[in-house]
């Protein structure tokens, strides 16, 4: 099974991410800010991850990684 896992430190909330995932699964969570105060994305359903790794490309800063 696919698992997206993202930067904590390097995503800067620009939420790119979240319009490239076709399973829509991707959104900024509002829990915790990161050392640049920003709210960072994370996936919202792993188990539907289809590891295509849309949101990894379209990250400006390399924040996404993919592990398959």
Do not use: W, Y
């Amino acid at each position: 099974m696919a698992k997206m896992s993202v930067i904590f430190d390097r995503c800067k909330g620009c939420e790119l991410c979240t319009t490239a995932c076709p399973k829509h699964i991707v959104a900024l969570q509002h829990e915790k800010r990161n050392k640049e105060g920003v709210f960072t994305a994370v996936c919202t359903d792993e188990s539907a991850c289809i590891g295509c790794a849309m949101c990894a490309m379209i990250c400006p800063d390399c924040a996404i990684v993919i592990e398959k």
